[in-house]
């Protein structure tokens, strides 16, 4: 059977090159209804993203932040490539911690790099 799930080693290799987990933070805001459509229009006016997302009957909305963590940081290797690394890694918070690149809607990175690599993986054990 072909491997289709990632190494830690591998997933790490991929963080160090992507960082974009880190770069922007996205909230729920609520229910769209008539006095959350006036907090939408005062938030698209400040120019961050908003998302809507269908649950069963309810429309509902998610806000994005695009503010990178001060604890991010990027080091310039030998070929000149950057690398992204937390630099408060061992006491990161918990939501760091748990998120690994699987988070699908508008709280996961769409192109996060584990997931592209796990997809091509997945098609490859389809072949
Ligand atoms: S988006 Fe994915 S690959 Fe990029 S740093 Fe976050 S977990 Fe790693
Ligand atoms: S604390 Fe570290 S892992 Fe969490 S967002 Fe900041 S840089 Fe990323």
């Known amino acids: 059977m072909k491997k289709t799930r990632l190494s830690a080693k591998r997933k790490s290799a991929l963080c160090l090159q992507c ?8 909230f729920f805001g609520g229910e769209v209804d008539e006095e959350s459509r006036d907090e939408i229009q005062w938030i ?5 993203k908003i ?8 429309e509902e909305y998610y806000f994005t932040i695009p503010q ?3 604890a991010l940081q990027e ?7 950057t690398n992204y690394v937390c630099g408060v890694y ?7 911690r748990d ?5 699908e809607g508008p709280t996961g990175v ?3 790099l584990w997931r592209v690599e796990t997809e091509k993986l997945v098609q490859i054990g389809r072949r």
């Open 99 to 103: 998120y690994d690149g699987s988070v």
């Open 110 to 112: 769409a192109d996060c």
């Open 19 to 26: 960082g974009k987990c880190c770069m922007s933070m996205t």
């Open 90 to 96: 061992e006491t990161r918070p918990q939501m760091c």
């Open 44 to 48: 698209e006016l400040h120019g961050f």
């Open 68 to 70: 990178r963590c001060n």
């Open 51 to 58: 998302d809507y997302v269908r649950n069963d009957d309810r």
């Open 75 to 81: 080091i310039k290797t030998e070929s000149g490539a």
